[in-house]
């Protein structure tokens, strides 16, 4: 077979493998050329500690939340109730543990909302992986569900005020500087890295996501993997709500479903680079990164808010276009 | 170099008999600076068919894209049709078709829950009043169309109700639709792979009675019974290159195999595969028993398997041969009946517990239940065992190079994907990955469709060899002279009950064709 010969290696040009190292990184370059412009254009409020602090602290729930998303579309489905589910756990924290309602500490109200989360995302799995209804389905009505269930804990309104310490610690304790949320973030995406990349746990989900017939086929327990990844995607969605709630103090039950959006974006973004092709993680984290940078560097600049999901909407569809193979074939050949 | 038996040089297939309808030069294809075809020429006139012949990966299909517009040559190409030039730097699918130039491919692509008629349709155009379809003249346009290719297909049925003979049909009837055979070239690229022996002929019977009436054709096949059968000249191609042409009689088996591997060194030339012997086979205590099975259109089989054996499974494509070999890896659920080995039940319910107790499976669709696609070689290779090899990356890539060189896949590399490899070596892995597990049973389900006669005279002799060392095999093919020669014993199906039982060896291959088409 000539394409094997050892020419087809040596062959290659050098323009083609800088070509290729660039799409590998292209979001961290992305970001590099984004901040240095910002930096230019905005030199006292743009590159500043408080400000890139502010992004990491307002990001850190939007990745959490792209994360949940991620562990999901590996396994080859889609959660669309991790927004819902956000909400939800915000409201579910604050209700179990204020005083004036039920009361309980604060360490119980985290642990039950954790579970609640899961036990969401367990019911989309189930729904998905043992009755095959299609994921997009099941998760659309799951989500609709629990947003009802949002509104019917809080009665409709923002919750806040008479909740015990646990949240805010939870977020807001500084450890080197930074928040504790943005510490937890790392700490779930270091986990969730290891997992996908270095277990057999994440092989069988990668195998599961690209061929479930195959996976299926060499004894992979395809439909187990994939309710534990929707669980798993629950709980993570719970536990970015219930830093949403130590973050601002209040629980909207409106809010997360806002965020699902950028989420995935985030996550199909992130498919470009490190390891392209593939949904990754740092891939995921750089995207949200880029996401947040971009639109900071945008509103300093003075531009209006709605100008945010416009940013993150063009920014997915080029990033998409950019990493296409046919797109880079092109580049190359010009 | 070149086996030609006539003057003709390298590079040329032998002269066609009249005029070409079309001709080719100097045909080059480069991606990304690998060549994979290089200065190929070919030529077909009316009232002929070209049998075209190579390994996996020599360039055939390659030249088939560039025939049929899907793929660009390298300048120099030329390329004439009925006497016309045809601009080779414009020539795209819609071209090629304008030109006369029509495909029947491997799988047709075919819309389930559309009819025949609307699939038809689809391709000629729906007919229509104002807007809206006309129903009535759709189906008689779709009649008239079936009936100049010469094909009974009832136009109301169904996409997904077709058998794979009836899908080839269609794909035939599509291809031919409003063509002048004066004026055509039919290209049949592997369209009979995926066919039983008896539809395979039906099917190239009404492509010969076009051909009679005029039509040009080339045939891309790795059956050489059928370019013996069907073809008036043949040509091999070989790592890109024109390494025999001639005509087809002059072919047989070893003549082939010299010229598809010859040229280079690299390839290994496997001997042809030792024909079975049934002499000394423990017959006592079948190690894999199966009684009364049943479900799946099964209706009651048994059989046994005895240790170091190796069983063929024969019949028609409907006979049930698939369902049984699924039902006996555990893949599909049974309604009855039981498998045993030694002695003790397997569970149905999925492969898990087959494969735990050994009985490892193969599906004839690489794609969707054999490799994933978008993962590695390697990653393919050690995925059913992935648990076992955690931690133990040093062993996982000794393990990985050695089963890469034993079968000899291509590209030897084993981060290439497994999505971007060709059928035969996609087959390649996909044994190896078993093997590796060391099973007890494997069962194999059309190994060799699409895989080309050296890739198959490697893998025969390796099945030869991995049964001598304990290895029970069921395998089924639908090519009687295959099963006759690999296997001990052969079962035959029909309407999913045994119908016959032959001893193994090339002599009984009649038999064995006698017991699947009666």
Redesign the interface.
């Given at each position: 077979?000539?394409?094997?010969?050892s020419?087809?290696e040596t062959?290659?040009?050098p323009g083609?493998f800088l070509l290729d190292l660039s799409v590998r990184h292209s979001l961290l370059i992305l970001i590099a050329i984004l901040f240095a412009v910002f930096s230019i254009a905005e030199p006292n409020t743009f590159p500043t500690v408080n400000n890139l602090r502010g992004i990491a602290l307002n990001q850190s729930v939007s990745a959490l939340l792209a994360l949940a998303v991620l562990i999901v579309v590996v396994t080859g489905e889609f959660d669309l109730s991790v927004g819902y589910v956000l909400g939800f756990a915000a409201v579910l924290a604050a209700d179990l543990s204020m005083s004036s309602k039920v009361g309980l500490a604060g360490v119980v109200a985290l642990v039950l909302t954790l579970l609640a989360g899961a036990a969401i995302g367990l019911i989309s799995g189930t729904l998905t992986a043992r009755f095959r209804i299609n994921s997009l389905i099941a998760t659309l009505g799951v989500g609709l569900a629990v947003s009802g269930l949002s509104v019917g804990v809080s009665g409709g309104q923002t919750l806040s005020g008479g909740m015990p310490h646990t949240f805010v610690d939870l977020a807001r304790t500084k450890i080197l500087g930074l928040e504790s949320v943005v510490w937890i973030v790392l700490a779930v995406a270091v986990a969730l890295y290891l997992v996908l990349v270095k277990?057999?746990l994440g092989?069988?989900m990668?195998?599961t996501g690209?061929?479930e017939?195959?996976?299926?086929?060499?004894?992979?327990?395809t439909r187990l993997l994939k309710a534990g990844a929707f669980a798993a995607a629950g709980a993570i969605a719970a536990l970015a709500g219930v830093l949403q709630l130590g973050l601002s103090g209040a629980a909207n039950p409106t809010y997360g479903s806002n965020l699902l959006l950028t989420a995935f974006a985030a996550v199909f973004l992130g498919s470009t680079t490190v390891r392209p092709?593939?949904f990754n993680v740092w891939g995921t984290v750089l995207a949200v990164v880029l996401l947040a940078i971009g639109f900071s560097g945008l509103s300093l600049m003075g531009v209006a808010f709605w100008v945010e999901p416009v940013f993150d909407g063009v920014a997915l569809i080029i990033g998409v276009l950019l990493s296409r193979s046919e797109t880079r074939a092109v580049l190359a050949n010009k | 170099m070149a086996e030609t038996s006539s003057p003709a040089r390298v590079g040329r297939p032998g002269p066609s008999p009249q005029k070409p309808r079309l001709a080719a030069r100097a045909v080059s294809v480069t991606?990304?600076?690998?060549?994979?075809l290089?200065d190929a020429a070919i030529e077909v006139a009316g009232g002929e068919i070209l049998g075209l012949l190579g390994a996996?990966?020599?360039?055939k299909s390659t030249l088939v894209k560039f025939l049929t517009g899907v793929y660009r040559a390298d300048p120099g190409a030329a390329l004439t049709v009925n006497d016309a030039t045809v601009a080779v730097d414009s020539y795209g699918p819609s071209r090629a078709r304008s030109v006369g130039v029509r495909v029947v491919h491997q799988e047709a692509p075919l819309i389930g829950q559309m009819t025949v008629a609307e699939t038809i349709a689809l391709d000629v155009g729906f007919p229509t009043r104002g807007s809206l379809i006309q129903g009535r003249r759709l189906r008689s346009e779709a009649k008239r169309i079936l009936a100049a290719a010469g094909v009974e297909l009832d136009p109301d049925r169904v996409a997904s109700s077709l058998s794979a003979g009836d899908r080839a049909a269609l794909s035939l009837a599509l291809a031919l639709a409003d063509v002048d055979p004066a004026r055509a070239v039919l290209i049949l690229d592997e369209a009979t792979a995926s066919l039983s022996t008896a539809d395979a002929e039906r099917f190239l019977d009404r492509v010969r009675a076009e051909v009679d009436d005029g039509l040009a054709a080339i045939m891309v096949t790795h059956r050489l019974p059928e370019v013996r059968r069907y073809c008036d000249r043949a040509m091999v191609l070989s790592?890109?290159e024109v390494a025999a042409a001639g005509p087809a009689a002059e072919f047989d088996e070893r003549r082939l195999l010299r010229a598809m591997v010859g040229r280079h060194p690299r390839e290994r030339e496997v001997e042809p595969a030792a024909p079975a012997t049934t002499a000394d086979l423990d017959r006592g205590g079948g190690e894999l028993r199966a009684t009364g099975l049943r479900g799946h259109g099964i209706h009651g089989v048994d059989f046994t398997l005895a240790r170091g054996e190796i069983l063929g499974v024969g019949g028609r494509a409907e006979g049930g041969a698939s369902e049984l070999l699924r039902m006996v890896a555990g893949?599909d659920p049974r309604d009855g009946g039981e498998v045993e080995l030694d002695g003790v039940a397997v569970p149905a319910g999925?492969?898990?517990p087959a494969?735990?107790r050994g009985i490892a499976?193969i599906?004839p669709?690489r794609?969707?239940?054999?490799?994933?696609?978008?993962?590695t070689i390697a990653?393919n290779l050690i995925?059913?065992q992935?648990?076992g090899?955690?931690m133990k990356s040093r062993r996982a890539k000794a393990d990985v190079e050695r089963m890469i060189e034993l079968l000899d896949v291509?590209?030897?590399?084993p981060d290439a994907l497994f999505g971007t490899l060709?059928g035969g070596n996609q087959q390649k892995v996909l044994i190896s990955?078993w093997l590796l597990m060391d099973p007890r049973v494997l069962v194999l389900d059309d190994p060799t469709a699409g895989v080309d006669p050296n890739t198959r005279e490697l893998l025969f002799s390796l099945f030869r060899r991995s049964a001598d060392e304990g290895l029970s095999i069921v395998i089924r093919s639908t090519e009687p002279d295959q099963l006759a020669r690999l296997c001990d014993r052969v079962i035959v199906l029909r309407d999913g009950a045994v119908v016959e039982e032959i001893t193994g060896g090339l002599e009984h291959t009649e038999e064995i064709s006698l017991a699947t088409y009666a």
């Open positions: 077979m000539p394409a094997t010969e020419g087809g062959s290659r040009n083609r277990t057999p092989r069988k990668y195998a690209g061929s017939g195959v996976a299926r086929m060499v004894g992979i327990r092709g593939y | 991606f990304g600076g690998v060549t994979v290089r996996n990966g020599s360039g790592d890109g893949i999925g492969p898990r494969l735990r499976y599906s669709d794609l969707s239940e054999g490799g994933v696609p978008n993962m990653e995925l059913p992935v648990d090899y955690w291509r590209p030897a590399d060709s990955r």
